[in-house]
């Protein structure tokens, strides 16, 4: 399972995360994203968004990631729920490098732009608690769960 959850993710490039704010309210956000040999998501995000400020707050995140235009017998995504938390120090320049080297465009400071955004953005990691794998081929409704042990 672990293995076919990990080439899932290093299939795909965009996770949508959700949040709740101070009022119960939820949104939710896509954003480019990495990922470990441990199942951990790298992502970009200002501080000051909405998501930036509800992940500093609480910590927590959910999220999905799919393919896009899928027929109802090939549906693949996965699901997932866990922490968060801003990178700083050696554990930044970590994911930095993993994030970099799977989006090369972020090191291009010759784009009209970028650095001055890449200057407003933290680097987050996500550590999925729990995460379910859907993959509607081996069957309609096919569902496997991977748990973090503690």
């Not at 490039?13 to 994203?33: C, K, M, R, S, W």
């Not at 801003?86 to 010759?110: I, K, M, Q, S």
């Amino acid at each position: 399972m672990r293995k076919r959850l990990l080439n899932f993710l290093r299939n795909h490039q965009v996770v949508t995360i959700a949040v709740v704010e101070p009022d119960g309210t939820a949104h939710a956000a896509a954003l480019f994203y990495a990922v470990d040999d441990e199942l951990n998501l790298y992502v970009l995000t200002e501080p000051a968004s909405r998501h930036g400020r509800a992940m500093a707050r609480t910590g927590r995140v959910a999220g999905t990631i799919q393919r896009d235009r899928q027929e109802w017998q090939e549906i693949q995504g996965a699901q997932f729920r866990g922490r968060c938390r801003r990178l700083r120090g050696a554990a930044h320049e970590r994911g930095w490098d993993l994030f970099a080297a799977r989006f090369p465009f972020v090191r291009n400071t010759a784009v009209a732009g970028l650095a001055q955004a890449l200057g407003k953005i933290a680097l987050w990691r996500i550590e999925p608690a729990w995460i379910r794998l859907i993959d509607n081929r081996r069957g309609f409704g096919h569902k496997e769960e991977w748990t973090r042990k503690a």
